[in-house]
């Protein structure tokens, strides 16, 4: 019976070892990823900063989709292409 529970008890630190170990390099990985992440963040302003007149005019667009006026020229259109 003891034999049984020596090699349960050897078993059990060798999972727990291997469990740290994996535990240990998950942690690491996981420090890289923070880091570019951090430096993702630091220099990703600038680069955004130089999209914003092409998500202003996006921005105008889909405004203008959107209100009366287009809907009127639109209404006016379809009333010229049908004749």
């Not at 070892?17 to 990985?29: K, N, R, W």
Request: charged share 15%; hydrophobic share 55%.
């Amino acid at each position: 019976m003891s034999t049984v529970l020596i090699v349960c008890a050897v078993a059990a630190t060798i999972a727990f070892i291997i469990l740290v170990f994996y535990a240990v390099e998950t942690l690491i990985q996981v420090r890289h990823t923070a880091k570019a992440v951090e430096y993702l963040a630091l220099n990703a302003d600038n680069k955004l900063a130089a999209l914003d007149p092409m998500i202003n005019a996006a921005k105008s667009v889909s405004e203008n989709v959107s209100s009366g006026w287009f809907r009127a020229v639109q209404f006016f259109y379809n009333l010229v292409k049908n004749r």
